[in-house]
């Protein structure tokens, strides 16, 4: 059947980010997603993604399972469709819920969720505006282990003044995978705020079961004319804190596609391998931020981007 262009109209009434962004309030789809991979850095391919669901307006089970849903679809779609998706497969999906309603109402959604849509490796809930208490909160530690008891990892999208909250709620789960997203948001240009991310993500490090993503790194700078040597000293920071094998990489496509911002998937990726290659990290390295970690050890599911040959070292 034909490709599903967009999540149906009674899915986009869980976002507002089209209000805020209204170069996004238009359909997308796995066709534009292979329209808009031309031009990769030597080496690279797109084999796979992992399709995540975003901050809703109302974060319910209900919500979150439908979006699951058509994101199957779409998988089933690019299975029996390859061309119509420009051969990207949907390798993964991390579905979205709220967590602090605790270990029952969590596990039972994932056991319905995974049932109807078995590509579910993962789980998001947005926490930049919660406060400290929350971290805390009994019901949101409680569901979160409901996550680890089905190996699905956490990704965890949260400010850099919750870095150290995040880090207390990883100690407290060892047995959770939990990623952070879009390196914590780090404010790129106010170097003043440097140390203090540098200190945190440090911190947070020490946490064994805890990875990062190089992600929305163009969001942390904040306005167009981000480049590489922009994005390198927190890359930097983010390996030597984190190692390799513990960093994985997303595009972030199709959030900053607006021609002002340069975020196409391509210009994305060149500038953070730009910034990687100017930091002289070594061929496997690079194998591990954009293939293995998130395949072999965090969704056990092929990424998003995959490194063909040595050329790309």
Known sequence: GPLPTSCPLAMRR??????????????????????????????FQVKGAILMELEKVNNTFAAGMQEALYY???????????????????????????????????????KAVTRTAPLVVGLREGLWKKDEAFFRN?????????????NL????LVEKEQLLWLRDVAVKLPELKVNL?????????????????????????????VYCKL??????????????????????????????????????????????????????LGAVTQAIGSLGVSFTAQQDIFFRTAEQRLYNASTSVAALSQSTG
């Open 14 to 43: 869980f976002y507002n980010f089209p209000q805020s962004f209204p170069d996004l309030a238009r359909p997308w789809s796995m066709q534009d997603l292979a329209g808009d991979l031309d031009g990769l850095p030597l080496g």
């Open 72 to 110: 199957q679809s779409v998988a089933r779609h690019c299975e029996e469709h390859s061309s119509e998706c420009g051969g990207v497969r949907v390798q993964g999906i991390v579905v979205s819920a709220p967590l602090e309603a605790g270990y029952k109402a969590v596990a039972e959604y994932i």
């Open 138 to 150: 009994p019901g949101f530690l409680a569901g979160l282990s409901a996550l680890a008891a089905e």
């Open 153 to 156: 990892v956490f990704d965890a």
């Open 181 to 209: 997203n879009h390196i914590g948001y780090p404010d790129m240009r106010n170097q003043s705020c440097f140390s203090q991310w540098q200190q945190d993500i440090r911190a947070l490090a020490e946490a064994q079961n």
């Open 215 to 268: 992600s929305g790194l163009p969001q942390s700078y904040g306005s167009p004319g981000w480049n590489a040597s922009v994005f390198a000293p927190y890359i930097d920071t983010v390996l030597q804190a984190f190692g390799s094998e513990r960093v994985n990489y997303a595009g972030n496509w199709f959030v900053l596609t607006d021609e002002q911002w340069q975020g196409t998937y391509s210009s994305m």
